[in-house]
Structure formats: structure tokens, C-alpha cells
């Protein structure tokens, strides 16, 4: 009895054991199961998920309705088609630079206010258009062909932005990557003033290809006509709209065609006449272009006051160039009278072969920008600095 019971007792330990035996290689057989299958389904499953969101354009921000409304009934009456025919296809959130969207219509000016908002993209299945809107949908402007100035900034020669950006950032006082192109336009110009005809100045009645284009800054804009390589740029001040940061800066009057000094020799590259003063003496000092800066007291029969020196050849070729690069021509025949606070002070006449300017010690550092580079430029020639 004992043997039998001791036997049973050794075989029921054995079947126990046998059964942990196989259950355990039914777990590793079956964990190696899921290993196998699980990630094959979550590919699955994440395919499926992506596919599903992709159908529904599903995205974090979501385009809100009464934007997506706007955009489709815009288009509708365009195109003359149910809004139920027209499909929104992508969408994105904007921050545009200025009040027209980045899309300014023919002789539009734009604010410049950073304006929050979409760009939505529509089709019919056949055509796309694309859509710049604010954030509520209440101002909508179609983006594609159908707006012929939507793209012109980008066909603009870099020559011309280049060169009204530089004048747009001296006048303006501002930095040249806090400007935008607002508009840009070709135009025939009637004359080769480019229809913006100096007092006194001869216009060539030819018709000349060019541009009209508009530089915003911060609650300003100017408009500038220019040829077609940019050699040539002027300011419309009458469609332009500035606002002076500088309230003291001085105001132009134009020099009567009597008071102008003579022209000059043909071998003089600038002059200088300084008048006034405590003094009262007046002195022309000419710069020539074979480097010579002569310097002689007006009225003097001994000509004791007369002096010569000599500025290398390169430096007269660099300062011709700040008279190129600063626009002198652009102040021709132009006058910034002094305030009435004394007679004490000295008048300036400065004389290119592009024309004439006149100022005084008392309100130089009022004068425009550009013209302040240049009287420092020929301070350093007339004073051999």
C-alpha cells in the first residue's frame, strides 16, 4: 500500500511538473506570437488612423468656418459654381505683412500692420486657387492668376529694388529689412523725366519702359517711378505718404533761377562757396579732377588767400561715387533756409554737374540723410582730413 501510495505520489509529481513544462513553452511560443503580429497590426492601425485623419483634413488648428464659408462663396461667384462643387484641399495659418494680405490691388496702398490669418487652397478637381484671408474671414483675396498684381513684386528687377529700397530706407530713416515692396507695375513712361519733371529741367518727349513701384514702412509709403534697369529712380511725392519722425527737419524751397552760382569748368568735379559768418568773407573751394583742391577768398586782387593741394586719384574717383550713391542730383536747385534766430551764420552753396544745393552750419544736422553723407564726405576733402 505505502509502495502504491508513494507511487502515485511520484507520478502526480510528474504530471505536474510535465504540465509547468508546457505551459511555460505555451507562454514563449505565444509571447513570440505577439511579437511577431503586434507590429504588423500597429502599421496597420497607424495606416488606417493616417489615412482616415487624411480624409477628413484633419489638423491641430483647425480652418474655422466662417473663413473656410468665405473662401467658397468668394470663389462661387467668381466661378459661377455651387459651393458644393468647390473642395478645400490644404490650408495653413499666416501672418501676413501688411493690410492687403501681401496681395495689393492696382494703385492700392497697404497698411503696415502684421495681419493673423489663413492661406486656403480650393479646387474643383480640374483647377486650384489659393486664398490669402485674415483670421475671421471678413477680408478674403484670391491669390492666383485672376489677381493680375499678385505676383509682379517677384518679376521686379533686383536692380529697381534694390535701388528704391536704399532710397526708401535713407528717406524713411528705417532699416532696409523693415520695408516691403508693396507694388510693382510697368509702366511707359511719356517723357524721360519719367513724368516727374524738375522746375527748369528739359524732359526728351520719348516714351520710356519703366516701373511704378510702392515702398511701405511703418505708417508710410513711398512711390517711385524708375526706368527699366533702375539707372534712374524718382520720388511721386504727391502719391507718396509721409510722416516726418523728425519734426525739426528742414523744409526745401527752390533756388530763383537768378541766384544760382555759374556752372562749372568742365575739369571741376564739385565746388563749395561759403558765405556769412562773423567774418563776412566768402571763399570758393573747387575740387578738380585731376586731384587738385584749390582754395581762393573771393574779392581778394592780391590772391593771398589762395591755396592748392592734392587728393589722390582714387579718392576723387570715391567721392564721386558717394554724389552717385547719396542721390545728389535728387536736391537740385534745392534751398534749407536757416531759422530767424541771427545772421551770424554760414551759407553753404554746393555745385555737382547735376545741380545745386544750399544750407547752413546752423541747421546741418537737420538736413535729409543723404545729403548729410555728402557734406561730410566733402568735409574730409575741402578740410584734408
Known amino acids: 500500500m505505502k509502495s502504491l501510495i508513494k507511487n502515485y505520489g511520484a507520478t502526480y509529481q510528474a504530471r505536474i511538473f510535465t504540465a509547468l513544462i508546457l505551459t511555460g513553452i505555451l507562454s514563449v511560443v505565444s509571447g513570440l506570437t505577439l511579437m511577431k503580429t503586434t507590429p504588423a497590426d500597429a502599421v496597420s492601425l497607424s495606416t488606417e488612423t493616417a489615412n482616415e485623419f487624411t480624409k477628413q483634413n484633419f489638423k491641430i488648428n483647425r480652418l474655422p468656418p466662417p473663413v473656410a464659408n468665405a473662401v467658397l462663396r468668394d470663389l462661387s461667384r467668381r466661378q459661377g459654381v455651387l459651393n458644393q462643387q468647390l473642395q478645400i484641399i490644404n490650408y495653413s495659418q499666416k501672418t501676413w505683412r501688411n493690410g492687403c494680405l501681401e496681395l495689393p490691388q492696382a494703385n492700392e496702398l497697404c497698411t503696415q500692420a502684421l495681419v493673423p490669418g489663413w492661406q486656403v487652397t480650393v479646387t474643383d478637381s480640374r483647377q486650384n486657387w489659393v486664398y490669402h484671408t485674415n483670421n475671421n474671414g471678413r477680408f478674403v483675396r484670391l491669390a492666383t492668376a485672376n489677381n493680375p498684381t499678385s505676383n509682379l513684386p517677384r518679376r521686379l528687377p533686383q536692380s529697381i529694388r534694390n535701388a528704391v529700397l536704399r532710397d526708401a530706407s535713407s528717406r524713411l530713416r528705417q532699416p532696409i529689412n523693415r520695408l516691403n515692396i508693396i507694388q510693382a507695375q510697368q509702366q511707359n513712361w511719356r517723357d524721360g523725366c519719367l513724368e516727374l519733371k524738375d522746375a527748369n529741367q528739359v524732359c526728351t ?72 559768418g562773423f567774418a563776412g568773407r566768402t571763399y570758393q573751394t573747387f575740387l ?18 589762395r591755396s592748392i593741394r592734392r587728393i589722390s586719384l582714387q579718392q576723387v574717383q570715391q567721392f564721386q561715387q558717394v554724389l552717385e550713391n547719396s542721390r545728389f542730383r535728387e536736391f537740385r536747385n534745392l534751398s534749407y533756409p536757416a531759422p530767424n534766430i541771427g545772421s551770424d551764420y554760414i551759407t553753404y552753396t554746393l555745385t555737382s554737374p547735376q545741380g545745386t544745393v544750399q544750407y547752413n552750419d546752423i541747421s546741418q544736422n537737420n538736413l535729409p540723410q543723404n545729403l548729410q553723407v555728402v557734406v561730410r564726405a566733402w568735409n574730409r576733402i575741402g578740410n584734408g582730413e
Open 288 to 305: 578738380l579732377n585731376d586731384g587738385r583742391v584749390i582754395r581762393v577768398r573771393s574779392g581778394n586782387v592780391e590772391n593771398s588767400g
Open 205 to 276: 518727349a520719348v516714351l520710356v519702359p519703366g516701373w511704378r513701384v510702392a515702398v511701405g514702412g511703418v505708417n508710410q509709403s513711398l512711390v517711385y517711378h524708375a526706368n527699366q534697369t533702375g539707372t534712374i529712380i524718382k520720388l511721386n511725392e504727391r502719391a507718396s505718404e509721409i510722416n516726418d519722425p523728425r519734426p525739426d527737419t528742414l523744409k526745401p524751397v527752390r533756388i530763383p533761377n537768378h541766384q544760382l552760382p555759374p556752372a562749372l569748368d568742365r575739369n571741376v568735379v564739385f565746388r563749395q562757396i561759403s558765405s556769412g
